[in-house]
Protein backbone atom coordinates (compact mmCIF):
# COMPACT_ATOMS: atom_id res chain seq x y z
CA UNK A 1 0.00 0.00 0.00
CA UNK A 2 1.40 3.62 -0.92
CA UNK A 3 0.21 7.00 0.36
CA UNK A 4 0.16 9.30 -2.65
CA UNK A 5 0.59 12.98 -2.47
CA UNK A 6 2.00 14.15 -5.65
CA UNK A 7 -1.33 14.87 -7.25
CA UNK A 8 -4.81 14.07 -5.68
CA UNK A 9 -4.24 12.97 -2.04
CA UNK A 10 -5.31 8.82 -2.20
CA UNK A 11 -3.96 5.29 -1.45
CA UNK A 12 -3.03 3.03 -3.83
CA UNK A 13 -2.78 -0.90 -3.26
CA UNK A 14 -3.36 -3.71 -5.34
CA UNK A 15 -2.61 -1.09 -8.76
CA UNK A 16 -6.05 0.72 -7.63
CA UNK A 17 -6.69 4.20 -6.46
CA UNK A 18 -8.64 4.35 -3.27
CA UNK A 19 -10.23 7.37 -2.13
CA UNK A 20 -9.38 8.34 1.39
CA UNK A 21 -12.62 9.94 2.49
CA UNK A 22 -13.58 13.91 2.38
CA UNK A 23 -11.07 16.55 2.54
CA UNK A 24 -10.08 17.36 5.95
CA UNK A 25 -9.95 13.78 6.26
CA UNK A 26 -7.45 13.45 3.42
CA UNK A 27 -5.70 16.77 4.45
CA UNK A 28 -4.82 14.55 7.94
CA UNK A 29 -3.41 11.91 5.69
CA UNK A 30 -1.19 14.17 3.84
CA UNK A 31 0.03 16.43 7.09
CA UNK A 32 0.74 12.56 8.81
CA UNK A 33 2.38 10.87 5.55
CA UNK A 34 4.56 14.16 5.14
CA UNK A 35 6.55 13.20 8.16
CA UNK A 36 6.02 9.58 7.75
CA UNK A 37 7.53 7.51 10.65
CA UNK A 38 7.96 10.88 12.71
CA UNK A 39 5.36 11.51 15.20
CA UNK A 40 3.43 14.82 14.35
CA UNK A 41 1.56 16.90 17.58
CA UNK A 42 -1.88 17.09 17.83
CA UNK A 43 -1.66 21.21 17.52
CA UNK A 44 0.48 20.75 14.37
CA UNK A 45 -2.46 18.41 12.79
CA UNK A 46 -4.58 21.13 14.05
CA UNK A 47 -2.86 23.98 12.55
CA UNK A 48 -1.97 21.57 9.36
CA UNK A 49 -5.69 20.41 8.56
CA UNK A 50 -7.36 23.63 9.40
CA UNK A 51 -4.79 26.80 9.56
CA UNK A 52 -6.89 29.59 11.11
CA UNK A 53 -9.77 28.10 10.23
CA UNK A 54 -9.93 25.78 13.92
CA UNK A 55 -13.71 24.29 14.28
CA UNK A 56 -15.38 24.68 17.77
CA UNK A 57 -13.70 21.47 19.18
CA UNK A 58 -10.45 20.92 17.19
CA UNK A 59 -9.47 17.34 18.83
CA UNK A 60 -12.78 16.14 18.79
CA UNK A 61 -12.98 16.60 14.85
CA UNK A 62 -9.34 15.25 14.60
CA UNK A 63 -9.84 12.26 16.58
CA UNK A 64 -13.16 11.60 14.20
CA UNK A 65 -10.73 11.67 10.87
CA UNK A 66 -8.17 9.31 12.84
CA UNK A 67 -10.42 7.01 14.01
CA UNK A 68 -11.87 6.30 10.75
CA UNK A 69 -8.75 7.18 8.59
CA UNK A 70 -7.57 3.81 10.74
CA UNK A 71 -10.46 1.82 10.07
CA UNK A 72 -9.80 2.75 5.68
CA UNK A 73 -6.43 2.24 6.03
CA UNK A 74 -6.47 -1.49 7.93
CA UNK A 75 -9.49 -2.34 5.03
CA UNK A 76 -7.24 -1.54 2.34
CA UNK A 77 -4.86 -3.48 3.69
CA UNK A 78 -7.01 -6.13 3.97
CA UNK A 79 -8.94 -6.29 0.92
CA UNK A 80 -12.39 -5.91 2.71
CA UNK A 81 -15.32 -4.33 1.13
CA UNK A 82 -13.70 -0.44 1.18
CA UNK A 83 -11.22 -1.68 -1.06
CA UNK A 84 -11.00 -3.72 -3.90
CA UNK A 85 -10.50 -7.40 -3.09
CA UNK A 86 -8.06 -8.35 -5.92
CA UNK A 87 -5.11 -7.01 -3.73
CA UNK A 88 -6.35 -9.13 -0.84
CA UNK A 89 -3.74 -9.45 2.22
CA UNK A 90 -1.06 -7.12 3.72
CA UNK A 91 0.29 -4.14 1.55
CA UNK A 92 3.84 -4.90 3.17
CA UNK A 93 3.86 -8.22 1.31
CA UNK A 94 3.51 -6.91 -2.00
CA UNK A 95 6.76 -5.16 -2.53
CA UNK A 96 9.78 -6.72 -0.56
CA UNK A 97 7.72 -7.76 2.46
CA UNK A 98 7.84 -4.81 4.00
CA UNK A 99 5.69 -4.12 7.29
CA UNK A 100 2.08 -3.00 7.28
CA UNK A 101 0.75 0.42 7.47
CA UNK A 102 -0.22 1.48 10.81
CA UNK A 103 -1.60 4.87 12.32
CA UNK A 104 -0.82 4.92 16.03
CA UNK A 105 -1.19 7.10 19.25
CA UNK A 106 2.12 8.97 19.85
CA UNK A 107 2.28 10.97 23.04
CA UNK A 108 0.38 14.20 22.25
CA UNK A 109 -0.35 12.77 18.56
CA UNK A 110 0.40 10.59 16.05
CA UNK A 111 2.99 8.82 13.44
CA UNK A 112 2.02 7.18 10.36
CA UNK A 113 3.99 4.10 10.13
CA UNK A 114 5.15 3.65 6.72
CA UNK A 115 7.92 2.87 4.80
CA UNK A 116 9.39 6.22 3.53
CA UNK A 117 9.44 4.44 0.12
CA UNK A 118 5.67 4.13 -0.06
CA UNK A 119 4.95 7.71 0.17
CA UNK A 120 5.79 9.12 -3.32
CA UNK A 121 6.66 13.03 -2.08
CA UNK A 122 9.47 10.70 -0.33
CA UNK A 123 10.22 8.09 -3.00
CA UNK A 124 10.52 10.57 -5.61
CA UNK A 125 13.82 12.20 -3.03
CA UNK A 126 15.42 8.65 -2.80
CA UNK A 127 14.99 8.26 -6.61
CA UNK A 128 16.93 11.65 -7.60
CA UNK A 129 19.52 10.43 -4.95
CA UNK A 130 20.17 7.80 -6.92
CA UNK A 131 20.18 9.52 -10.14
CA UNK A 132 23.14 11.70 -9.64
CA UNK A 133 25.24 8.66 -8.63
CA UNK A 134 25.62 7.32 -12.11
CA UNK A 135 26.93 9.39 -15.08
CA UNK A 136 24.94 10.77 -17.66
CA UNK A 137 23.95 7.77 -19.90
CA UNK A 138 24.12 5.43 -17.18
CA UNK A 139 20.64 3.50 -17.45
CA UNK A 140 20.15 2.88 -13.56
CA UNK A 141 20.43 6.97 -14.18
CA UNK A 142 17.54 6.97 -16.52
CA UNK A 143 15.42 4.29 -14.58
CA UNK A 144 15.47 6.68 -11.80
CA UNK A 145 14.55 9.32 -13.08
CA UNK A 146 12.10 7.76 -15.31
CA UNK A 147 10.20 6.14 -12.29
CA UNK A 148 10.57 9.20 -9.88
CA UNK A 149 8.73 10.94 -13.45
CA UNK A 150 5.96 8.37 -13.21
CA UNK A 151 5.16 9.29 -9.93
CA UNK A 152 4.26 12.65 -10.16
CA UNK A 153 0.12 12.68 -11.43
CA UNK A 154 -0.43 16.33 -11.19
CA UNK A 155 -0.50 19.36 -8.87
CA UNK A 156 0.75 18.24 -5.51
CA UNK A 157 -1.79 17.81 -2.58
CA UNK A 158 -4.42 19.05 -5.19
CA UNK A 159 -7.70 20.42 -3.87
CA UNK A 160 -6.09 20.82 -0.05
CA UNK A 161 -6.18 24.91 0.72
CA UNK A 162 -4.27 26.93 3.64
CA UNK A 163 -0.59 27.72 3.72
CA UNK A 164 0.80 24.13 4.94
CA UNK A 165 -1.05 22.81 2.23
CA UNK A 166 0.12 25.77 -0.21
CA UNK A 167 4.14 26.14 1.34
CA UNK A 168 4.40 21.70 0.49
CA UNK A 169 2.97 22.27 -2.97
CA UNK A 170 5.35 24.95 -3.90
CA UNK A 171 8.48 23.09 -2.75
CA UNK A 172 7.90 19.62 -3.97
CA UNK A 173 6.71 21.84 -7.36
CA UNK A 174 10.28 23.22 -7.57
CA UNK A 175 11.73 19.25 -7.16
CA UNK A 176 9.51 17.81 -9.65
CA UNK A 177 10.55 20.84 -12.26
CA UNK A 178 13.87 20.21 -11.55
CA UNK A 179 13.08 16.68 -12.10
CA UNK A 180 11.55 16.72 -15.13
CA UNK A 181 14.14 19.23 -16.52
CA UNK A 182 16.72 16.45 -15.87
CA UNK A 183 14.77 13.59 -16.95
CA UNK A 184 13.86 15.67 -20.54
CA UNK A 185 17.60 16.01 -20.88
CA UNK A 186 18.25 12.17 -20.69
CA UNK A 187 14.99 11.20 -23.12
CA UNK A 188 16.58 13.87 -25.50
CA UNK A 189 20.08 12.18 -25.58
CA UNK A 190 18.35 8.96 -26.13
CA UNK A 191 16.59 10.25 -29.24
CA UNK A 192 13.08 10.09 -27.41
CA UNK A 193 11.95 13.65 -28.61
CA UNK A 194 8.43 12.26 -29.18
CA UNK A 195 8.29 11.56 -25.16
CA UNK A 196 9.86 14.97 -23.80
CA UNK A 197 7.36 17.05 -26.12
CA UNK A 198 4.13 15.11 -25.00
CA UNK A 199 5.18 14.68 -21.24
CA UNK A 200 6.35 18.25 -20.98
CA UNK A 201 3.32 19.93 -22.38
CA UNK A 202 1.30 19.79 -19.69
CA UNK A 203 3.68 20.54 -17.40
CA UNK A 204 5.19 23.72 -19.31
CA UNK A 205 1.46 24.96 -19.28
CA UNK A 206 1.22 24.64 -15.33
CA UNK A 207 4.98 26.59 -14.85
CA UNK A 208 5.08 28.59 -17.87
CA UNK A 209 8.41 30.41 -16.05
CA UNK A 210 10.38 27.10 -16.11
CA UNK A 211 12.66 28.56 -18.61
CA UNK A 212 14.73 25.09 -18.58
CA UNK A 213 11.60 23.64 -19.71
CA UNK A 214 10.10 25.58 -22.10
CA UNK A 215 14.00 25.15 -24.08
CA UNK A 216 13.85 21.30 -23.55
CA UNK A 217 10.96 20.82 -24.76
CA UNK A 218 11.25 23.42 -27.82
CA UNK A 219 14.30 21.33 -28.55
CA UNK A 220 12.28 18.26 -28.44
CA UNK A 221 9.57 19.80 -30.79
CA UNK A 222 12.22 21.08 -33.25
CA UNK A 223 14.05 16.98 -33.60
CA UNK A 224 10.21 15.89 -34.48
CA UNK A 225 9.90 18.93 -37.52
CA UNK A 226 7.28 21.22 -35.29
CA UNK A 227 9.08 24.14 -35.50
CA UNK A 228 5.99 26.45 -35.27
CA UNK A 229 4.80 24.36 -32.16
CA UNK A 230 8.02 25.01 -31.16
CA UNK A 231 8.21 29.25 -31.84
CA UNK A 232 4.33 29.32 -30.52
CA UNK A 233 5.76 27.73 -27.31
CA UNK A 234 8.32 30.23 -26.91
CA UNK A 235 5.68 32.92 -27.59
CA UNK A 236 3.09 31.93 -25.06
CA UNK A 237 6.16 31.66 -22.28
CA UNK A 238 7.91 35.40 -23.30
CA UNK A 239 4.25 36.30 -22.87
CA UNK A 240 3.75 35.07 -19.29
CA UNK A 241 7.52 35.71 -18.40
CA UNK A 242 6.44 39.67 -19.11
CA UNK A 243 3.20 39.67 -17.57
CA UNK A 244 4.31 37.76 -13.98
CA UNK A 245 7.91 38.84 -13.99
CA UNK A 246 8.16 42.11 -15.95
CA UNK A 247 11.36 41.13 -17.71
CA UNK A 248 11.96 39.32 -20.51
CA UNK A 249 13.12 35.78 -21.05
CA UNK A 250 16.55 34.94 -20.65
CA UNK A 251 19.38 34.76 -22.90
CA UNK A 252 19.96 31.36 -23.07
CA UNK A 253 16.08 30.88 -23.84
CA UNK A 254 15.85 33.92 -26.04
CA UNK A 255 19.03 32.32 -28.30
CA UNK A 256 17.25 29.31 -28.52
CA UNK A 257 14.72 31.56 -30.24
CA UNK A 258 16.45 32.89 -32.63
CA UNK A 259 18.42 29.62 -33.46
CA UNK A 260 14.95 28.57 -34.94
CA UNK A 261 14.07 31.14 -36.51
CA UNK A 262 17.43 31.03 -38.81
CA UNK A 263 17.21 27.13 -38.70
CA UNK A 264 20.38 27.24 -37.05
CA UNK A 265 19.62 24.74 -34.25
CA UNK A 266 22.73 22.04 -33.40
CA UNK A 267 21.56 18.61 -34.05
CA UNK A 268 22.63 17.21 -30.75
CA UNK A 269 20.87 18.73 -27.19
CA UNK A 270 23.50 20.16 -25.59
CA UNK A 271 23.19 17.98 -22.26
CA UNK A 272 23.98 20.63 -19.42
CA UNK A 273 23.21 20.33 -15.47
CA UNK A 274 19.88 20.61 -14.21
CA UNK A 275 18.62 21.75 -11.27
CA UNK A 276 17.22 19.09 -8.76
CA UNK A 277 15.37 20.67 -6.23
CA UNK A 278 15.25 19.21 -2.05
CA UNK A 279 12.67 17.63 -0.76
CA UNK A 280 9.59 19.28 0.87
CA UNK A 281 11.75 20.10 3.89
CA UNK A 282 12.57 23.68 1.64
CA UNK A 283 15.25 24.93 -0.64
CA UNK A 284 14.94 26.32 -3.71
CA UNK A 285 15.17 25.56 -7.12
CA UNK A 286 16.18 27.79 -10.78
CA UNK A 287 12.59 27.85 -12.56
CA UNK A 288 13.61 30.63 -15.17
CA UNK A 289 16.88 30.59 -17.28
CA UNK A 290 18.92 33.99 -16.80
CA UNK A 291 16.37 37.22 -17.02
CA UNK A 292 17.56 40.65 -17.98
CA UNK A 293 15.28 42.41 -15.64
CA UNK A 294 15.06 46.65 -16.79
CA UNK A 295 13.00 47.08 -13.52
CA UNK A 296 13.61 50.93 -13.05
CA UNK A 297 10.10 52.97 -13.59
CA UNK A 298 10.28 55.50 -16.37
CA UNK A 299 12.85 58.54 -15.99
CA UNK A 300 11.82 62.09 -15.15
CA UNK A 301 11.93 64.21 -18.67
CA UNK A 302 11.95 67.34 -16.47
CA UNK A 303 14.56 66.98 -14.50
CA UNK A 304 16.28 70.30 -13.03
CA UNK A 305 19.75 70.48 -11.24
CA UNK A 306 21.04 67.56 -8.30
CA UNK A 307 24.47 68.49 -10.38
CA UNK A 308 26.81 67.98 -7.03
CA UNK A 309 24.90 64.91 -6.20
CA UNK A 310 24.49 63.01 -9.37
CA UNK A 311 28.65 63.24 -9.14
CA UNK A 312 28.81 61.56 -5.66
CA UNK A 313 26.35 59.15 -7.23
CA UNK A 314 28.06 58.45 -10.36
CA UNK A 315 31.84 58.40 -8.40
CA UNK A 316 30.41 56.08 -5.90
CA UNK A 317 28.67 53.77 -8.52
CA UNK A 318 32.47 53.40 -10.28
CA UNK A 319 33.72 50.23 -11.55
CA UNK A 320 35.71 48.69 -8.80
CA UNK A 321 38.76 46.61 -9.47
CA UNK A 322 39.82 45.42 -5.90
CA UNK A 323 37.23 43.04 -5.72
CA UNK A 324 35.58 44.06 -2.98
CA UNK A 325 32.32 44.62 -1.40
CA UNK A 326 29.78 46.26 -4.32
CA UNK A 327 29.37 49.90 -3.50
CA UNK A 328 26.11 51.03 -1.97
CA UNK A 329 24.83 54.48 -1.90
CA UNK A 330 22.51 56.50 0.29
CA UNK A 331 20.14 58.90 -0.54
CA UNK A 332 18.61 60.28 1.88
CA UNK A 333 15.83 63.54 2.70
CA UNK A 334 12.87 64.66 4.17
CA UNK A 335 9.23 63.91 2.40
CA UNK A 336 8.91 65.28 -0.80
CA UNK A 337 12.55 66.41 -1.21
CA UNK A 338 12.53 64.22 -4.56
CA UNK A 339 14.72 61.07 -3.26
CA UNK A 340 13.28 58.94 -5.59
CA UNK A 341 13.44 60.71 -8.62
CA UNK A 342 17.40 61.48 -7.72
CA UNK A 343 17.87 57.46 -7.67
CA UNK A 344 15.78 56.65 -10.60
CA UNK A 345 17.81 59.14 -12.77
CA UNK A 346 20.91 58.22 -12.23
CA UNK A 347 20.21 54.63 -12.28
CA UNK A 348 19.31 55.07 -16.30
CA UNK A 349 22.52 57.30 -16.35
CA UNK A 350 23.87 54.29 -15.02
CA UNK A 351 22.39 51.29 -16.71
CA UNK A 352 24.99 50.97 -18.98
CA UNK A 353 27.17 49.72 -16.74
CA UNK A 354 24.90 47.45 -15.33
CA UNK A 355 24.39 45.03 -18.84
CA UNK A 356 22.79 42.09 -16.52
CA UNK A 357 19.58 44.45 -15.47
CA UNK A 358 18.50 46.65 -12.93
CA UNK A 359 16.32 45.23 -10.17
CA UNK A 360 13.83 47.69 -8.58
CA UNK A 361 11.62 47.25 -5.45
CA UNK A 362 9.65 49.19 -3.58
CA UNK A 363 9.99 49.27 0.19
CA UNK A 364 7.13 50.91 1.26
CA UNK A 365 9.14 52.13 4.43
CA UNK A 366 7.17 55.41 4.71
CA UNK A 367 3.89 54.87 2.41
CA UNK A 368 0.48 55.37 4.47
CA UNK A 369 -2.40 52.42 4.16
CA UNK A 370 0.83 50.11 3.40
CA UNK A 371 2.93 48.16 5.57
CA UNK A 372 6.75 48.06 5.04
CA UNK A 373 8.10 45.23 3.09
CA UNK A 374 9.73 42.24 4.75
CA UNK A 375 13.24 41.65 4.12
CA UNK A 376 11.69 37.95 3.56
CA UNK A 377 8.96 38.98 0.98
CA UNK A 378 11.72 41.25 -0.70
CA UNK A 379 13.82 38.36 -1.27
CA UNK A 380 11.31 36.38 -2.66
CA UNK A 381 10.42 38.74 -5.01
CA UNK A 382 13.94 39.41 -5.92
CA UNK A 383 14.50 35.44 -6.47
CA UNK A 384 11.66 35.65 -8.21
CA UNK A 385 12.55 38.05 -10.81
CA UNK A 386 15.60 36.37 -10.78
CA UNK A 387 14.74 33.34 -11.37
CA UNK A 388 14.84 31.75 -8.38
CA UNK A 389 12.06 30.21 -6.60
CA UNK A 390 12.43 29.97 -3.01
CA UNK A 391 10.33 27.37 -0.72
CA UNK A 392 8.36 30.03 0.95
CA UNK A 393 9.27 28.44 4.57
CA UNK A 394 13.18 29.53 4.00
CA UNK A 395 14.40 31.55 6.74
CA UNK A 396 15.56 35.31 5.64
CA UNK A 397 19.24 34.61 5.72
CA UNK A 398 18.95 31.51 3.55
CA UNK A 399 16.80 33.65 1.26
CA UNK A 400 19.90 36.28 1.44
CA UNK A 401 22.25 33.61 0.75
CA UNK A 402 20.39 32.46 -2.66
CA UNK A 403 19.91 35.73 -3.50
CA UNK A 404 23.22 37.30 -3.30
CA UNK A 405 24.86 33.68 -4.89
CA UNK A 406 22.28 34.56 -7.93
CA UNK A 407 23.83 37.90 -8.14
CA UNK A 408 27.48 36.92 -7.81
CA UNK A 409 28.55 36.72 -10.98
CA UNK A 410 26.41 39.19 -12.34
CA UNK A 411 26.86 43.36 -12.99
CA UNK A 412 23.07 44.43 -11.94
CA UNK A 413 22.13 47.80 -10.15
CA UNK A 414 19.73 47.20 -7.34
CA UNK A 415 17.13 50.18 -6.20
CA UNK A 416 15.98 49.95 -3.06
CA UNK A 417 13.36 52.86 -2.71
CA UNK A 418 11.75 53.65 0.48
CA UNK A 419 13.43 52.08 2.75
CA UNK A 420 12.43 52.34 6.43
CA UNK A 421 15.54 51.29 8.26
CA UNK A 422 18.72 49.26 7.79
CA UNK A 423 16.69 46.19 9.47
CA UNK A 424 14.75 46.32 6.15
CA UNK A 425 17.65 46.89 3.81
CA UNK A 426 20.94 44.53 5.38
CA UNK A 427 19.79 41.69 3.85
CA UNK A 428 18.90 42.74 0.47
CA UNK A 429 22.91 43.66 -0.02
CA UNK A 430 24.26 41.95 -3.28
CA UNK A 431 27.34 39.59 -3.10
CA UNK A 432 28.68 40.42 -6.51
CA UNK A 433 31.74 42.76 -7.05
CA UNK A 434 30.19 44.11 -10.16
CA UNK A 435 27.11 44.66 -8.64
CA UNK A 436 25.88 48.27 -7.28
CA UNK A 437 23.23 49.52 -4.28
CA UNK A 438 21.59 52.62 -3.86
CA UNK A 439 18.93 53.12 -1.33
CA UNK A 440 16.29 56.08 -0.65
CA UNK A 441 14.86 56.72 2.69
CA UNK A 442 14.63 59.45 5.33
CA UNK A 443 17.28 58.75 7.08
CA UNK A 444 20.76 57.35 6.78
CA UNK A 445 21.94 53.95 7.46
CA UNK A 446 22.72 52.56 10.89
CA UNK A 447 25.89 50.96 11.42
CA UNK A 448 26.99 50.47 7.39
CA UNK A 449 30.06 52.22 7.59
CA UNK A 450 31.27 51.60 4.14
CA UNK A 451 28.10 53.74 2.05
CA UNK A 452 28.46 56.71 -0.05
CA UNK A 453 25.66 58.90 1.75
CA UNK A 454 23.83 61.72 -0.55
CA UNK A 455 21.45 63.77 1.43
CA UNK A 456 19.31 65.68 -0.68
CA UNK A 457 17.64 68.83 0.18
CA UNK A 458 15.32 71.84 -1.33
CA UNK A 459 16.00 72.71 -4.72
CA UNK A 460 16.93 76.68 -4.87
CA UNK A 461 14.51 79.35 -5.96
CA UNK A 462 15.92 79.19 -9.09
CA UNK A 463 15.92 75.72 -9.62
CA UNK A 464 12.39 75.05 -8.42
CA UNK A 465 11.56 78.40 -10.57
CA UNK A 466 12.89 76.23 -13.84
CA UNK A 467 11.32 72.71 -12.75
CA UNK A 468 8.02 74.91 -12.92
CA UNK A 469 8.58 76.36 -15.89
CA UNK A 470 9.28 72.86 -17.22
CA UNK A 471 5.90 71.64 -15.90
CA UNK A 472 4.17 74.37 -16.29
CA UNK A 473 4.75 76.06 -19.39
CA UNK A 474 8.22 78.53 -19.83
CA UNK A 475 5.99 80.81 -21.40
CA UNK A 476 3.15 81.24 -18.65
CA UNK A 477 6.02 81.01 -16.02
CA UNK A 478 7.93 83.50 -17.86
CA UNK A 479 5.09 86.31 -18.31
CA UNK A 480 4.58 85.81 -14.46
CA UNK A 481 8.07 85.09 -12.96
CA UNK A 482 7.13 87.04 -9.69
CA UNK A 483 4.73 84.59 -8.72
CA UNK A 484 6.40 81.94 -9.88
CA UNK A 485 9.37 82.52 -7.69
CA UNK A 486 6.86 83.49 -4.58
CA UNK A 487 5.03 79.79 -5.39
CA UNK A 488 8.60 78.14 -5.50
CA UNK A 489 9.04 79.72 -2.24
CA UNK A 490 5.79 78.78 -1.03
CA UNK A 491 6.71 74.93 -2.17
CA UNK A 492 9.79 75.43 -0.08
CA UNK A 493 12.02 74.30 -3.08
CA UNK A 494 10.20 70.43 -2.65
CA UNK A 495 10.09 68.82 -5.81
CA UNK A 496 6.73 66.70 -4.92
CA UNK A 497 5.01 70.22 -4.15
CA UNK A 498 6.00 71.67 -7.09
CA UNK A 499 4.88 69.48 -9.54
CA UNK A 500 1.65 69.11 -7.37
CA UNK A 501 1.57 73.02 -8.00
CA UNK A 502 2.26 72.66 -11.48
CA UNK A 503 -0.58 69.99 -12.45
CA UNK A 504 -2.34 72.27 -10.63
CA UNK A 505 -2.01 74.73 -13.48
CA UNK A 506 -2.20 72.43 -16.26
CA UNK A 507 -5.00 71.44 -15.14
CA UNK A 508 -6.75 74.89 -14.76
CA UNK A 509 -5.03 76.87 -17.60
CA UNK A 510 -7.46 79.98 -17.24
CA UNK A 511 -5.47 80.73 -14.28
CA UNK A 512 -3.19 83.43 -13.81
CA UNK A 513 -0.21 82.03 -11.52
CA UNK A 514 -0.83 84.35 -9.15
CA UNK A 515 -3.75 82.98 -8.25
CA UNK A 516 -2.03 79.75 -7.13
CA UNK A 517 0.37 81.90 -5.29
CA UNK A 518 -2.63 83.63 -3.25
CA UNK A 519 -3.69 80.40 -2.48
CA UNK A 520 -1.00 79.22 -1.27
CA UNK A 521 -0.12 82.53 0.70
CA UNK A 522 -2.72 81.76 2.79
CA UNK A 523 -1.78 78.67 5.47
CA UNK A 524 -5.29 77.64 6.19
CA UNK A 525 -5.33 76.61 2.45
CA UNK A 526 -1.83 75.85 1.68
CA UNK A 527 -1.86 71.93 2.18
CA UNK A 528 -5.23 71.61 0.29
CA UNK A 529 -3.57 73.24 -2.63
CA UNK A 530 -0.83 70.67 -2.20
CA UNK A 531 -3.32 67.99 -3.46
CA UNK A 532 -3.63 66.71 -6.89
CA UNK A 533 -5.20 63.44 -8.29
CA UNK A 534 -4.57 61.64 -5.03
CA UNK A 535 -1.09 62.80 -4.81
CA UNK A 536 -0.13 65.14 -1.85
CA UNK A 537 2.28 66.65 0.29
CA UNK A 538 0.60 65.67 3.25
CA UNK A 539 0.07 61.80 2.96
CA UNK A 540 3.99 62.09 2.29
CA UNK A 541 4.75 63.79 5.28
CA UNK A 542 1.87 61.54 7.33
CA UNK A 543 4.61 58.44 6.51
CA UNK A 544 7.05 59.56 8.60
CA UNK A 545 4.98 60.63 11.41
CA UNK A 546 2.64 57.68 11.80
CA UNK A 547 5.97 55.36 11.29
CA UNK A 548 6.98 57.15 15.01
CA UNK A 549 3.59 57.20 16.53
CA UNK A 550 3.00 53.99 15.69
CA UNK A 551 5.83 52.57 16.80
CA UNK A 552 7.07 49.96 19.44
CA UNK A 553 9.87 52.13 20.59
CA UNK A 554 8.77 54.12 23.70
CA UNK A 555 11.28 57.15 22.42
CA UNK A 556 9.79 57.13 18.74
CA UNK A 557 6.64 57.19 20.27
CA UNK A 558 7.13 60.21 22.92
CA UNK A 559 9.15 62.25 19.59
CA UNK A 560 5.53 61.90 18.18
CA UNK A 561 3.94 63.32 20.38
CA UNK A 562 5.81 66.01 20.82
CA UNK A 563 5.92 66.82 17.19
CA UNK A 564 2.23 67.92 17.83
CA UNK A 565 3.06 69.95 20.77
CA UNK A 566 6.35 72.25 18.70
CA UNK A 567 4.11 73.13 15.66
CA UNK A 568 2.17 75.63 18.19
CA UNK A 569 5.77 77.42 19.16
CA UNK A 570 6.34 80.81 18.03
CA UNK A 571 9.18 81.78 16.29
CA UNK A 572 11.01 80.47 13.21
CA UNK A 573 14.01 78.46 15.71
CA UNK A 574 13.82 76.62 18.42
CA UNK A 575 16.62 75.24 21.04
CA UNK A 576 16.00 72.74 23.80
CA UNK A 577 15.27 75.28 26.52
CA UNK A 578 12.41 76.62 24.59
CA UNK A 579 11.25 73.30 23.41
CA UNK A 580 11.63 72.04 27.06
CA UNK A 581 9.35 74.61 28.28
CA UNK A 582 6.58 74.01 25.53
CA UNK A 583 6.85 70.00 26.42
CA UNK A 584 6.42 70.80 29.64
CA UNK A 585 9.48 68.39 30.52
CA UNK A 586 13.70 68.40 31.02
CA UNK A 587 15.71 69.90 29.29
CA UNK A 588 17.28 66.73 28.21
CA UNK A 589 14.19 65.00 27.32
CA UNK A 590 13.39 67.91 25.38
CA UNK A 591 16.64 68.03 23.50
CA UNK A 592 16.43 63.80 22.52
CA UNK A 593 13.16 64.50 21.09
CA UNK A 594 14.54 67.05 18.93
CA UNK A 595 16.63 64.91 17.59
CA UNK A 596 14.77 62.11 16.46
CA UNK A 597 12.87 64.20 14.64
CA UNK A 598 15.61 65.82 13.00
CA UNK A 599 16.59 62.05 12.43
CA UNK A 600 13.15 61.67 10.74
CA UNK A 601 13.43 64.41 9.02
CA UNK A 602 10.78 66.48 10.80
CA UNK A 603 13.12 68.82 11.61
CA UNK A 604 15.84 71.26 10.68
CA UNK A 605 19.49 72.06 12.76
CA UNK A 606 21.53 74.25 11.40
CA UNK A 607 23.74 74.21 14.14
CA UNK A 608 24.03 72.83 17.58
CA UNK A 609 21.62 73.34 19.72
CA UNK A 610 19.06 74.93 16.84
CA UNK A 611 16.14 73.51 14.98
CA UNK A 612 13.83 74.91 12.91
CA UNK A 613 10.74 72.90 11.07
CA UNK A 614 9.59 73.92 8.24
CA UNK A 615 6.22 75.61 7.54
CA UNK A 616 5.03 73.08 5.55
CA UNK A 617 5.58 70.68 8.30
CA UNK A 618 4.31 72.51 10.58
CA UNK A 619 0.54 72.93 9.08
CA UNK A 620 0.47 69.56 9.19
CA UNK A 621 1.15 69.10 12.58
CA UNK A 622 -1.59 71.29 13.79
CA UNK A 623 -3.76 69.77 11.90
CA UNK A 624 -2.77 66.98 13.19
CA UNK A 625 -2.92 68.47 16.60
CA UNK A 626 -6.75 69.31 15.75
CA UNK A 627 -7.35 65.48 15.28
CA UNK A 628 -5.64 64.17 18.63
Known sequence: MKVRLLGPV??????????????????????????????????????????????????????????????????????????????????GKEEGGRGP???????????????????????????????????PGDPRQVAALRAAMDLWRGEPLSSLTGYWAMKVRRSAESQLIGLA?????????LGNAAAVADRLAGIVEAHPLAEPLVAVRMWALCALGRTSEALQSYAVARTQIAEQLGVEPGPELRNLHVAVLRGELEDTYPIRAYPIGTPSGGGAVRVAGSPVPRQLPPDVASF?????????????????????????????????????????????????????????????????????????????????????????SIPVDEAAALFRSAMAERRMLLVLDNAADAVQVRPLRPGGTGCGLVVTGRQPLAGWGDVWAVPI?????????????????????????EAAAAIARWCEGLPLAL?????????????????????????????????FDG?????????????????????????????????????????????????????AYAERALERLVDAQLLETSAPGTYRMGDLVRLYARERSLQN
Not at 53 to 82: I, M, N
Not at 116 to 126: A, E
Not at 512 to 529: G, K, Q, T
Request: aromatic content about 4%.
Open 101 to 135: VRLIRHADGYVLEIDRCDVDLHRVGQLLAASRTGA
Open 457 to 481: GPLPVDEAVALLARLAGRDRVGAEP
Open 304 to 392: VGRTRELNRIHAALAPTRDGGSPPVVMIYGAAGVGKSTVAIHAAHQLADRYPDGQLYLDLSGYSTGAAPLSPGESLARLLRTLGVAAAP
Open 10 to 91: DVEAGGHSLDAGPLQRRAVLAALAVDAGTPVSIDVLTERVWGVQTPDAPRSALYAHVARLRRFLGSAERGTPEAPADHRGAA
Open 181 to 189: GAWAAEELR
Open 499 to 531: RIAAARLVARPGWPLAELRDRLADEHRRLDNLE
Open 535 to 587: IGLRSSIAGTYERLFGSADPSARAAAEAFILLSTAGGDELSSSSAARVLARSE
